[in-house]
């Protein structure tokens, strides 16, 4: 099974429908549901983290709302289930386990809703104070490989200098946006926290 890719605001992210969007057409004097293949391009989402960044992207997170769904053009009536129409996608659920700005990543695969009437109110959001949040050590800079070794350097100092998790937080807002190498982490850890 592949890693799931977390999605960002880019053109060539998209979001579409598995099952038909169907939706009020009209057909002579009357209107008549019609299945449409709706999706919708990440370039014009909204709502994205301004901090986090992927392949030089802004994260889209739960909370992200992807604009202007199309593939129903026809379907002026509006969904017959839900009455969207060229409006909002969203994800419903993000990663248990890795989260951007507080709000879970969303990935390749995460199921979402199509063609939504608004976007919908804000998602939950988790902070330090009311439960630990997973931290995403990653350079927001660099290439994906160079923020992977980078994160590995981290893990590998943090857990040999006993970091806690405040500590890891600490350094990872230190080297963001950097691109430190091994001895010179080590030095801020030394430096930063008397280890």
């Known amino acids: 099974m592949a890693i799931p890719i977390s999605a960002r605001r880019d053109g060539a992210n998209i979001m579409h429908c598995t ?4 939706c009020k057409t009209p057909m002579g004097s009357s209107m008549v549901p019609v299945p449409y293949m709706s999706m919708v391009a990440l370039g014009s989402s909204v709502r994205t983290s301004r901090t986090v960044r992927n392949n030089g992207n802004q994260d889209f997170q739960l909370n992200s709302r992807a604009l202007v769904v199309t593939g129903h053009e026809p379907g002026v009536g509006k969904g017959v289930k839900i009455s ?12 248990k386990t890795v989260f951007s700005e507080g709000w879970a990543v969303v990935r390749d695969s995460d199921p979402a ?16 104070g009311e439960e630990k949040v997973p931290i995403l050590l990653a350079g927001s800079g660099g290439t994906p490989g160079n923020n992977r070794a980078q994160n590995r350097q981290v893990r590998a100092l943090g857990k040999q200098y006993g970091l806690t998790d ?6 990872h807002e230190i080297i963001t946006k950097q691109n430190y190498g091994f001895q010179e982490i080590k030095k801020i850890i030394i430096d930063e926290f008397g280890k």
């Not at 099952?19 to 169907?22: A, L, M, N, Q, S």
């Not at 063609?115 to 939950?124: K, M, S, V």
């Open 19 to 22: 099952g038909p969007d169907v």
């Open 84 to 95: 969207g129409y060229k409006s909002h996608a969203l994800a419903k659920k993000g990663s």
């Open 166 to 171: 405040d500590q890891l937080e600490q350094l």
């Open 113 to 128: 809703w199509i063609n939504r009437p608004g976007p919908g109110g804000i998602e939950p959001h988790r902070t330090i």
